[in-house]
């Protein structure tokens, strides 16, 4: 017998729903623990966010099959494929007991990405699901609407009888704040316009100089490490190298520096733009908070052998540091804000 689906409940956070539906789109593994998005999201842990993912079956699929829970377990325990709150547990006992203990009853998955290393759900399926939440959200406002409507017919000719006798000037006044809220909404729409097509340039262009400013910083480490395993030898390419790239760090500082401000001043736009919004809070916070990544170049462990292969492990770090802490958040916002824009 089928189960009434029950009415929406007016506690219910669609911002939060809003955040999870994007973050099963879009993680790098199909496979969500309900701790990864308490952890993620930083709700609270008596938040019923089991019970939030059950009422949305057409959006997510709870539990997976034990097969596929051992392999991604083994996975964690080599140190592949951990979530962040895993990988945030210090204590090596610990963390293993943790992941040992992680039951089918602990996951749940988009009902897009249900296949086995299932790739990030396309961009449409997102806003089909965000245009689906938003119509939940506007179900809801119906609802308050009809409960606290007027259906009296005496209201109805007491307001009839207040507009006719109403004085010239209180309507002039009614009319101009209309015309004048008309413009501030006006005003706020292109200003969201905006600040989406400034955030997906910026995005690209600081994405890209912070990316080469490391990438600077350690190819000077990389070379002046070469030179010194060399015998440092005078008029040396490596020594030469070396203080280029470390001068090309120094230059790049700058540049971020003022891409930064832009950025910056975008991020804060959005923010007193989408205000009352969790979700966009919480991102803008993540995005404006970036660390950088401290790179170690292991130099007691390499010699001539070695150091061109440490070398593009390191770069190819580098490139996979910005993408998950910098590049994932930024996306997230942008399709957010690319829906209500839309």
Same mark, same amino acid.
């Given at each position: ?15 939060? +729903? ?22 993620? +999201? ?163 262009? +600081? ?136």
């Amino acid at each position: 017998m089928l189960k009434k689906r029950e009415p929406i409940n007016k506690y219910e956070d669609l911002d939060y +729903l809003s955040a999870i539906w994007i973050l099963s789109c879009n993680d790098e593994n199909p496979l969500i623990t309900y701790k990864s998005i308490n952890y993620r +999201l930083g709700l609270q842990e008596d938040y019923p966010l089991k019970r939030f993912v059950l009422r949305h079956a057409e959006l997510f699929r709870p539990g997976v099959l034990k097969s596929r829970l051992d392999e991604w377990k083994q996975k964690m325990l080599d140190g592949k494929s951990l979530p962040s709150w895993i990988s945030d547990i210090e204590n090596k006992i610990e963390r293993d007991n943790t992941i040992k203990n992680l039951s089918k009853d602990d996951i749940f998955r988009c009902q897009f990405r249900t296949k086995d290393n299932a790739p990030k759900s396309d961009i449409k399926i997102i806003e089909w699901g965000l245009q689906h939440i938003n119509r939940l959200r506007q179900a809801r406002q119906d609802e308050i609407d009809r409960k606290y409507k007027y259906k009296s017919p005496l209201f109805v000719v007491f307001i009839t009888a207040l507009l006719t006798f109403t004085s010239t000037y209180f309507i002039s006044y009614k009319t101009f704040n209309w015309n004048a809220e008309k413009e501030r909404t006006r005003q706020i729409n292109n200003d969201k316009k905006r600040v989406y097509a400034e955030i997906i340039g910026q995005k690209y262009l +600081l994405r890209q100089l912070l990316i080469s400013r490391f990438e600077a910083l350690f190819y000077s480490d990389y070379h002046e490490t070469k030179w010194k395993l060399n015998g440092y030898p005078n008029n040396s390419i490596d020594l030469q190298e070396a203080q280029r790239w470390m001068k090309e760090s120094e230059k790049l500082v700058l540049e971020i520096s003022k891409m930064n401000y832009d950025f910056y001043k975008t991020l804060g736009e959005i923010h007193y733009l989408y205000y009352g919004s969790t979700y966009v809070s919480d991102l803008v916070n993540k995005i404006y908070k970036l660390k950088y990544p401290e790179i170690i170049f292991p130099t007691a462990e390499i010699n001539l052998t070695n150091i061109d292969s440490i070398k593009k492990n390191i770069t190819i770090g580098i490139h996979e540091y910005f993408e998950k802490e910098f590049t994932t958040n930024v996306d997230s916002l942008i399709s957010i804000i690319s829906f209500e824009h839309d």
